[in-house]
T-cell receptor, first 115, second 119 residues
Framework: GENVEQHPSTLSVQEGDSAVIKCTYS??????FPWYKQELGKRPQLIID?????GEKKDQRIAVTLNKTAKHFSLHITETQPEDSAVYFC??????????????FGKGTLLTVNP | GAVVSQHPSRVICKSGTSVKIECRSL??????MFWYRQFPKKSLMLMAT?????????EQGVEKDKFLINHASLTLSTLTVTSAHPEDSSFYIC???????????????FGNGTRLTVT
């Protein structure tokens, strides 16, 4: 099965700085990589995703990069704001050819943006 | 946007009792729903995949007789924790897959989660 490693487990930045979270995956057959933001006690919210046929995707202050050769992908948040503080999870979906759409999640990164 | 409703949000029960958690897709039909368990400051662990009209597919190590899943309609899946024990205390979250025409990676929409405490 797929294994997703996520680093760092905690990240503290000053407001306005950039934050980068990195993930690696083990199975080269994975083809879809979403990122979720989860505030304490709330549901995970999809913030950005990328497919394996794309190297980079950007949405305002958030961007994701994918290196298929190295099997790693990263989340970049620029001009961080206190409301960006949350736990961020990366995930990978194995292209098994079926319809189950199982995601394997990383262990999460607690991002704290200090005002 | 698509909404997934999960109830209850919190439940406290005594050891030995059973608890049912509901996951509803409010404005779309979901042939597939997923149940996760999340320990404090930990990641989401997939417990099982719930398919409408068929048996759920459980992940390795998850007891199917303890965590009963029923997906009786296209908008409702239930997870029943049977004979609950304190070690079953956790945060349980469901997600529903929203199939869209032409979309090879259908979005997942999460419920708000259920905090289960077994005393």
């Amino acid at each position: 099965g797929e294994n997703v490693e996520q680093h760092p487990s905690t990240l503290s930045v000053q407001e306005g700085d950039s934050a980068v979270i990195k993930c690696t995956y083990s199975d080269s057959a994975s083809n879809y990589f979403p990122w979720y933001k989860q505030e304490l006690g709330k549901r995970p919210q999809l913030i950005i995703d990328i497919r394996s046929n794309v190297g980079e995707k950007k949405d305002q202050r958030i961007a994701v990069t994918l290196n298929k050769t190295a099997k790693h992908f990263s989340l970049h948040i620029t001009e961080t704001q206190p409301e960006d503080s949350a736990v961020y999870f990366c995930a990978a979906r194995l292209n098994s050819g079926g319809s189950n759409y199982k995601l394997t999640f990383g262990k999460g990164t607690l991002l704290t943006v200090n005002p | 946007g698509a909404v997934v409703s999960q109830h209850p949000s919190r439940v406290i029960c005594k050891s030995g009792t059973s608890v049912k958690i509901e996951c509803r897709s409010l404005d779309f039909q979901a042939t597939t729903m997923f149940w996760y368990r999340q320990f404090p400051k930990k990641s989401l662990m997939l417990m099982a995949t719930s398919n409408e009209g068929s048996k759920a597919t459980y992940e390795q190590g998850v007891e199917k007789d303890k965590f009963l899943i029923n997906h009786a309609s296209l908008t409702l899946s239930t997870l029943t924790v049977t004979s609950a024990h304190p070690e079953d205390s956790s945060f349980y979250i469901c997600s529903a897959r929203r199939d869209l025409p032409g979309r090879s990676t259908p979005p997942l929409h999460f419920g708000n989660g259920t905090r289960l405490t077994v005393t």
